[in-house]
C-alpha cells in the first residue's frame, strides 16, 4: 500500500512538471530548442554579449579622500623598472609632489590640528630610514645648493606645525617612496652605483620648505649612497619649473578663463553653497569669510591624520560643544563631492587642457632634450656625462597640468607625494649589419623607447602621443621619437599653433 502511494505521488510531481514545462514554452521564457537556436544564427560566429544596463558607480569622496591622504602605511606597489627582457634602462626623470603638510588655510574661529612636526622614528608613522635621515640632515652643510635654499631649514622643526610645514607623515612617505624606485632601478637595474657621480644627478626644487625637505628624504631613500659633498640641489623660481621660458601671455589668460569657469561652476552647486551657510553659521562666521579660507585645505588635513572636525573656539574647554558647533564628515563630503565634479566639467570645459599644454611645455621640453641627448650618447657610448637620473620636487599645481598636457586627465588630482616617472629604454642589441649601418647614418630612434608611470602604474599607451601605438607589435615599447615629436609639435595642436613661442604670443579669445 505504501509503495503505491509513493508510486502515485511520483506520477503527480511529474504531470506537474510536464505542465509547467510546456507553459513557459508556450511564454517564450526558455527556448525550445536551444541547438537549433545557435544554427539559425548561419554563418554569423560573433560573439554577443548581454548589454548589463547598470548605472556608473556613485563617486565616493571619503574613498576618494582616503586615497589622497597616501597613507604610508600601505604596502607600496608599482610597475617602475619592468621591461621585456634584455632591454637597457638609460636613465629615469621623475617628478614628486611634496608629502603630506600642514594646512596653508587656517578656519576662522577654529584651533589649528593639533599636529607635532618635530621628527621622532618613536612616534608613528615610521620608516626604518627615518632615525638615519635625522642624524644625516643635521649634516648639510656639506652640501650644495643654490644660496637662495641656505635660509631653509633641512627638517621640520616645529614642535606644533607652522601653515605648509612638512609633518613626519609627509617625510616618512617620501623615504617609503624614494626606497620604493631605489629596489627598482637600482637594486634590478644598477642605475647609480655606490661612487656615483655628481653629474650623473639632477635635483631641483622650488623654495618652499616642504618641496626641499620631500626632495631631501625622496634622495635619502633613493640613493645607494648618500653622500651630502656630492650633492648639489637647484631652485626652481617657478613652481611651473619653466626656467627661462615663463614668459607666456596666452597661458595666462587660459588660467583666467579657468579660474572664471571653475567660480561659475561653484556657485552654481546649490548644495555646496547650502553646505557653506550651515558651516558659515555653525562657526558664527560670515559666508563670505568661510568661503575664502577654503576650508577643505584644513579639513583635509584633519581627515588624513584622523582628528576630529573642528569646532567653533567660542566653546568652553570644560563643557562640550553642542552637536550644531562642529564641522561634520557630510560638509566635508560635500565640498569633496564638488571638487570631482569640477574635475568632470573641466575635461569637457577643454580650457585647463590648454593652460596645461603651455604650462608643462617648458618641463617635458626639458626632460625631452635631456633624453634625447643620452640616447644619442649611448649609440656612441659617449653619454656618461649625462644626468642619468633627474628629480623636480613639486607641487599639485606643477603636476597636475603636466598630467592634463600628457592626455592624463583621468588620472586624478595629485595625492600627496604623488610620483610621475620617465624612463627611457634600449632595446637590445642589433646584429645585423645593414641595421648597424642604419644606426650610424641617423636612425638611432628606432631602438630606443620611453615609458610614462604615475604612481606605479604603467599609463604610457594612455597619452596622447603614444595611445594610438600598438602594443601587441613586434615592438611593445613606445617609441621614444613619437615623445620628442609630441613635445616639439604636436602637443600644441589644440591651441591650433606649431611652436611654444607661437602659441605663447597668440591672440586667446
Not at 403 to 422: D, M, Q, W
Amino acid at each position: 500500500m505504501l509503495a503505491r502511494s509513493r508510486f502515485m505521488l511520483v506520477l503527480v510531481v511529474g504531470a506537474l512538471l510536464a505542465v509547467l514545462s510546456f507553459t513557459l514554452q508556450y511564454l517564450h521564457l526558455i527556448p525550445t530548442n536551444p541547438v537549433a537556436e545557435q544554427r539559425s544564427l548561419g554563418k554569423s560566429r560573433k560573439r554577443v554579449n548581454p548589454v548589463l544596463h547598470t548605472d556608473p558607480p556613485t563617486p565616493d569622496p571619503i574613498r576618494d579622500s582616503h586615497k589622497y591622504c597616501n597613507y604610508p602605511n600601505l604596502t607600496e606597489h608599482g610597475w617602475e623598472g619592468h621591461s621585456p627582457a634584455d632591454y637597457r634602462l638609460l636613465s629615469v626623470h621623475v617628478m614628486i609632489r611634496h608629502g603630506d603638510r600642514f594646512p596653508l588655510y587656517s578656519i576662522p574661529k577654529t584651533k589649528k590640528p593639533a599636529i607635532d612636526c618635530l621628527l621622532s622614528e618613536k612616534r608613528k608613522p615610521s620608516h626604518p630610514l627615518l632615525a638615519s635621515f635625522i642624524s644625516h640632515m643635521t649634516l648639510g652643510g656639506r652640501g650644495h645648493w643654490d644660496t637662495s635654499l641656505l635660509s631653509l631649514p633641512r627638517l621640520p622643526n616645529h614642535s606644533t606645525c607652522e601653515m605648509g610645514e612638512l609633518t613626519q607623515t609627509g617625510v616618512v612617505q617620501q623615504l617609503k617612496s624614494g626606497d620604493h624606485l631605489r629596489q627598482a632601478y637600482i637594486k634590478r637595474h644598477n642605475l647609480l652605483t655606490a661612487d656615483w657621480s655628481p653629474r650623473q644627478l639632477w635635483v631641483e626644487t622650488t623654495g618652499k620648505s616642504r618641496t626641499f625637505q620631500s626632495g631631501l628624504a625622496f634622495l635619502f631613500g633613493f640613493l645607494p649612497h648618500f653622500d651630502w659633498s656630492r650633492l648639489t640641489v637647484r631652485q626652481q623660481w617657478s613652481t611651473l619649473f619653466c626656467g627661462s621660458s615663463c614668459d607666456c601671455p596666452a597661458r595666462n589668460r587660459y588660467l583666467d578663463q579657468e579660474q572664471r569657469r571653475q567660480y561659475r561652476q561653484r556657485t552654481a552647486d546649490t548644495e555646496l553653497e547650502r553646505t557653506y551657510v550651515v558651516m558659515a553659521k555653525t562657526l558664527g562666521v560670515a559666508t563670505k569669510t568661510l568661503r575664502a579660507a577654503n576650508p577643505v585645505d584644513a579639513l583635509l588635513c584633519h581627515f588624513c591624520h584622523g582628528l576630529p572636525f573642528p569646532c567653533s573656539s567660542t566653546q568652553t574647554s570644560s563643557k562640550a560643544p553642542d552637536e550644531g558647533a562642529c564641522l561634520t564628515l557630510q560638509h566635508f563630503a560635500v565640498i569633496r563631492r564638488q571638487q570631482k565634479n569640477d574635475e568632470l566639467e573641466r575635461r569637457e570645459a577643454g580650457i585647463y587642457r590648454r593652460y596645461a599644454v603651455l604650462a608643462a611645455h617648458p618641463y617635458l621640453n626639458r626632460t625631452a632634450t635631456r633624453m634625447e641627448r643620452i640616447a644619442r650618447g649611448s649609440q656612441t657610448r659617449k653619454g656618461k656625462e649625462e644626468a642619468v637620473f633627474t628629480l623636480a620636487s613639486a607641487h599639485d599645481v606643477t603636476m597636475a597640468p603636466l598630467l592634463s598636457a600628457l592626455g592624463l586627465e583621468g588620472a586624478g588630482f595629485p595625492k600627496f607625494a604623488a610620483r610621475l616617472v620617465f624612463e627611457l629604454w634600449n632595446s637590445p642589441e642589433v646584429k645585423d649589419n645593414d641595421k648597424k649601418s642604419d644606426r650610424k647614418q641617423g636612425n638611432w630612434l628606432e631602438n630606443v623607447f620611453i615609458r610614462v608611470l604615475y604612481n606605479g602604474e604603467d599609463l604610457t599607451f594612455d597619452t596622447a602621443f603614444c595611445r594610438d601605438h600598438n602594443r601587441h607589435s613586434a615592438q611593445p615599447l613606445c617609441p621614444l621619437g613619437n615623445f620628442l615629436s609630441f613635445v616639439r609639435k604636436d602637443m600644441f595642436n589644440i591651441v591650433n599653433a606649431t611652436s611654444y613661442q607661437q602659441a605663447c604670443h597668440q591672440t586667446v579669445l
